[in-house]
């Protein structure tokens, strides 16, 4: 087993970020499995999108990925991934599969994060570039959703 590699408190705030997406896709598991109308889901999980995770993506596009060579093989990655999940946030009727799109893809996506992904970005990173990408972190999430279906 590889040793865990401790996570650097300048990217810790994007960490956090993943936090809120894993319980976004625990949410829409455990609330598809009820019989609970559609749009009350939809609507939570274009608000998440539109008020936190879009920006997540675009400021690891622009300030963390670009740590590493645009041609690495775990940016192409991440990046495809990136836009595959943009395609489902952003489709204008959300059904059933869409919604389990989401929730596999992003579970798949963050835990690729920050078990890959992030240990290579810091490990090749320097201190100035942390400091960079610690810096351009704008994306505290606030808001409370009021209709919390998830808990019916
Ligand atoms: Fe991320
Ligand atoms: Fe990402």
């Known amino acids: 087993m590889s040793n865990p590699i401790k996570r650097n408190e300048l990217l ?8 809120n997406g894993l319980l976004l896709c625990w949410n829409i598991k455990v609330v598809l499995q009820k019989n609970i109308e559609l749009n009350r889901i939809s609507n939570y999980v274009s608000s998440f999108w539109n008020s936190h ?28 991934e990136h836009n595959s999940l943009r395609a489902h946030f952003e489709k204008e009727n959300m059904d059933i599969a869409t919604l389990q799109s989401i929730e596999m ?8 994060e920050e078990r890959l ?25 606030k808001e409370e959703w009021n209709d919390e279906f998830w808990l019916n």
């Open 12 to 19: 810790k705030p994007y960490s956090r970020d993943h936090h």
């Open 53 to 80: 995770l879009k920006a997540h993506f675009l400021e690891e596009e622009k300030y963390v990925f670009t740590v590493l060579p645009s041609n690495d093989e775990h940016i192409i990655q991440a990046i495809k």
């Open 105 to 112: 893809e992003l579970n798949a996506h963050i835990r690729f």
């Open 117 to 141: 992904l992030f240990n290579k970005i810091q490990e090749a990173a320097t201190e100035t570039q942390l400091q960079q990408l610690n810096e351009h972190y704008n994306n505290e999430y």
